[in-house]
């Protein structure tokens, strides 16, 4: 039985209080365990997501989008699949890369200025998906930019859920 639990814990791979705050934004993998940490944030989890949700703080999703395939034959119809995100949050796509294109570093603080009515130390929570070090970078970008309130949710739409959080909407991407 021991043994057993010991090989399901070495499997599972490390948790959060075992993996490091890096000194950099993070590349890929992406979609892996994150820390339990952010210096200069507040890490909250589903239940404080919920309560801050309520009390009207800005959420900003930084999920990517899904770009059309490389190599598609001339005259595929292509979807963008949608994306669902936790009601009233803004998408800001593609700024939880690990380098941010001038687009995207704009995009960030674009989004930020509008969330925050443009004042540094009102709250805002920063989110993607569980385990993904997306919100990570795009926190730590806010922090690095002077918001003093920044709230990250490492748990994502996944722990909103599990929380018990409103059903997902249709997200709108941010304006480019």
């Known amino acids: 039985m021991i043994r057993a639990v010991l090989l399901a814990l070495l499997l599972a791979g490390p948790t959060a209080a075992q993996v490091p705050e890096p000194d950099a934004y993070r590349g890929e993998p992406y979609r892996a365990p994150v820390p339990a ?3 200069g944030a507040t890490v909250i989890d589903g239940k404080q997501a919920i309560r801050l949700h309520g ?13 059309r395939p490389e190599g598609l034959p001339e005259g595929t119809v292509w979807r963008e699949p949608p994306h669902e995100t936790i009601p009233g949050a803004v998408w800001l796509w593609d700024t939880g890369w690990e380098n ?4 995207e570093q704009a995009r960030l603080e674009r989004g930020l200025a509008e969330a925050t009515k443009g004042d540094p130390a009102a709250p805002v929570v920063i989110f993607c998906r569980a385990d993904c070090w997306m919100s990570w970078n795009a926190a730590r970008r806010a922090v690095a930019l002077g918001y003093t309130a920044v709230h990250w949710f490492p748990g994502g739409i996944e ?3 599990a929380a018990g959080g409103a059903p ?5 991407p941010a304006a480019p």
């Open 55 to 67: 009390e009207g703080v800005p959420f900003l999703d930084v999920l990517p989008r899904k770009q």
């Open 37 to 39: 940490t952010l210096q």
């Open 168 to 172: 997902l909407v249709k997200a709108t």
């Open 159 to 161: 722990g909103w859920q």
């Open 100 to 103: 941010l294109a001038p687009a």
